[in-house]
C-alpha cells in the first residue's frame, strides 16, 4: 500500500503536512492539473491524501 500527498506550489498548509509526515511520498501539481478532479470529488483544500492499494488493503484502510 503507498500513501501520497498530494500538494500544490507555494501552499502553507501543503508544506505543514509534507514537514510532519517525511516518510510518506509527496508530489506537487498545478491547480490547473486537478482542479476537474478536484471538482468532481468535491475537494476543497489542500493537500489532499490518496492511498493506493490492492482491494483488501484499501478496505482494511478505510474501515479505520
Same mark, same amino acid.
Given at each position: ?11 502553507? /498548509?501543503?508544506?505543514?503536512? +509534507? ?9 506537487e501539481? @498545478?491547480?490547473?492539473?486537478? #482542479?476537474?478532479?478536484?471538482? /468532481?470529488?468535491?475537494?476543497? +483544500? ?8 490492492e482491494p483488501? @488493503?484499501?478496505?482494511?484502510? #478505510?474501515?479505520?
Amino acid at each position: 500500500m503507498k500513501k501520497i500527498i498530494v500538494g500544490i506550489p507555494n501552499c502553507q /498548509n501543503c508544506k505543514v503536512l +509534507s514537514n510532519a509526515c517525511p516518510n510518506v511520498e509527496k508530489v506537487e501539481l @498545478e491547480p490547473s492539473d486537478i #482542479l476537474n478532479f478536484a471538482r /468532481n470529488v468535491g475537494i476543497k +483544500s489542500m493537500p489532499f491524501v490518496v492511498i493506493v492499494g490492492e482491494p483488501h @488493503e484499501l478496505q482494511a484502510e #478505510l474501515q479505520k
